[in-house]
């Protein structure tokens, strides 16, 4: 009996990929499968890639398939049979599988790691054991369990009314499978598995040299909706530098905080927390929007309840679209230290309507606002903190038409302009900034234009603390009422230099630590 429950175990129990050893000098090997196991996952392997190549090709293949008549009646009796072989063959090959890893001594030992964190999941030494194998989270007790708080959306709709929904609605299910088919995997590839499988080995050399060399701790987390999280936390609050505060970094669409903006936040002093979106790397489920808000807010309340830290010592980074997840937790939790965005947008809509043919604008348009709809600058105009945004002065991703007017980085700064300082931003101020953030480095002047002096500098900065002195801060501020355009120009630009930084690269390039810093804020008084 014991024999059949540990082979049912071992069959769908977590993959092994790597073993790590911190007793004596830190070292790994890779886990080395006998060939029963090889047999099994690489057939298991295969079905799946297959699986998520038709996934995405259906589409194509769909029209195809019916002028070939695979969807008459006749052929209904073939097509179940094949699927009952197919099923019979994947469960055949789980059960080499699991007899292969049953005769694996390092594989039981990790099976039996993962039983005893199970029964005694609050036993740190217990979890400590577990976490010397570097698996997959299949299966995996979670370290961390996030619970339900008022910010958290409201569960998603059953299966049920999902079908009842698309059978009423069939124009509902069309939208609803091009979001899940074409526009999931295109805003967010890596939650592909085709990708995951690719960069599998980076992955896993990535999690080996945070844990031995940067000394790194790997750490599962759940989210109120079921999913698992793979997070690693760089502790630095016995360092003498800023190793108190902690970044909460997070990441863009194809990348991974094994060798993505994580990686670069590493440069830096503060203590750090990177997380994989649902479905990359090892975390479990799909990056949603409904399911990324859940899963950084079980992230903040892993790094504020288990690793201690308080609100006001946590700096939310995030690059590309990493800054949707980024902009619902600032809105959420205000009371963080700050948020720097880099490298993203205003809106998701308009990038998404130049990838696509312009035929289907109104229909992708809205499918966007049903199911993925990443509106950074509605999220993060209800935050009020210290904000600092970085803009790619050649980023690629971001721009519309090439040039650097395009760039949706710049729409969701004046976004943030207007709701911050209206009075400011007159539309004499509001065309000198287009103007401004239209030239690759603002910072550079065309021909007849005049840089802002340290005298107008000094007048601004001493314009802006007596405002705050007199009223404190409050957004929408009301500063500028009272102006002539010249100098709500002037204020709007002075803003910009403080708040609005300027990079020289393209979209990819990791970000200098420099620019990691508290962001600038006018609470001189405060």
């Known amino acids: 009996m014991d024999f059949l429950k540990n082979v049912y175990r071992s069959m769908w129990g977590p993959r092994l990929i790597q073993v790590f ?50 969807f008459e009646v006749a052929n209904v009796g073939p097509a179940l ?25 390092e594989y039981q030992q990790m099976i039996q790691a993962l039983v005893r964190a199970e029964e005694q999941p609050a036993s740190q030494e217990r979890q400590r054991a577990l976490l010397q194998y570097d698996i997959t989270l299949a299966g995996v007790p979670v370290q961390f369990q996030a619970q339900r708080v008022s910010s958290s959306p409201p569960p998603a709709s059953s299966m049920v009314y999902n079908a009842l929904t698309s059978v009423v609605f069939p124009f509902s299910t ?19 598995g085709i990708l995951n499988s690719q960069i599998a080995p980076m992955l896993a050399q990535g999690r080996y040299h945070h844990v031995s060399k940067n000394k790194g701790e790997r750490r599962f987390v759940g989210t109120i909706d079921g999913n698992t999280l793979d997070t690693m936390f760089f502790d630095r609050r016995m360092s003498d530098g800023r190793g108190r505060k902690l970044i909460l970094a997070s990441d863009g669409n194809a990348a991974f905080y094994e060798i993505g903006a994580t990686v670069a936040c590493l440069a830096t002093d503060y203590s750090i927390l990177g997380w994989n979106h649902p479905g990359f790397g090892a975390s479990t489920g799909l990056p949603f929007p409904v399911q990324e808000q859940n899963a950084i807010e079980a992230v903040y309340q892993y790094a504020t309840q288990e690793l201690g830290f308080s609100p006001d010592d946590i700096l939310l980074y995030a690059w590309s679209i990493g800054a949707y997840s980024t902009s619902f937790l600032a809105e959420a939790h205000p009371e963080v230290s700050g948020v720097i965005l880099d ?48 803009r790619r002065s050649q980023d690629e ?124 804020t006018p609470r001189w008084t405060s």
């Open 21 to 70: 050893s911190m007793q004596s000098g830190a070292s790994q090997h890779l886990y080395q499968p006998n060939a029963a196991e090889r047999l099994g996952d690489n057939a298991l392997r295969c079905t799946f890639v297959a699986y998520s190549v038709l996934y995405y090709c259906w589409p194509l293949l769909l029209p195809y398939l019916y002028r070939k008549g695979v």
């Open 343 to 390: 490298a993203t947008f205003d809106d998701i809509v308009p990038l998404a309507a130049t990838r696509m043919p312009q035929v289907l604008g109104g229909f992708v348009e809205d499918t966007v606002r049903s199911y993925m709809n990443l509106n950074n600058a509605e999220r993060i105009n209800k935050y009020d903190g210290p904000l600092m945004l970085v």
């Open 174 to 192: 069309a939208k609803s499978l091009l979001a899940s088919v074409l526009a999931r995997p295109m805003m967010y590839p890596g939650s592909t």
């Open 81 to 105: 049979k094949a699927a009952r072989i197919t099923g019979g063959v994947m469960l055949a090959m789980y059960a080499v599988r699991g007899l292969g890893r049953c005769m694996n001594e």
């Open 397 to 520: 991703m971001m721009m519309t038409d090439g040039t650097a007017k395009s760039n949706r980085g710049n729409f969701l700064f004046m976004s943030i302009m207007k709701r911050r300082y209206p009075n400011v931003m007159s539309p004499a101020a509001e065309e000198h900034m287009w103007s401004y953030l239209s030239r690759s480095d603002p910072r550079r002047r065309v021909q007849g234009q005049q840089a802002l002096s340290s005298s107008d500098i000094q007048l601004m900065e001493t314009m802006l603390r007596s405002y705050v002195d007199q009223h404190s801060i409050a957004y929408p501020c009301q500063i500028g009422d009272d102006m002539n355009d010249e100098d709500r120009t002037k204020m709007a630009e002075y803003i910009a230099t403080q708040m609005l930084q300027h990079h020289r690269s393209t979209h990819c390039v990791p970000l200098p630590p420099e620019y990691m810093r508290e962001p600038w």
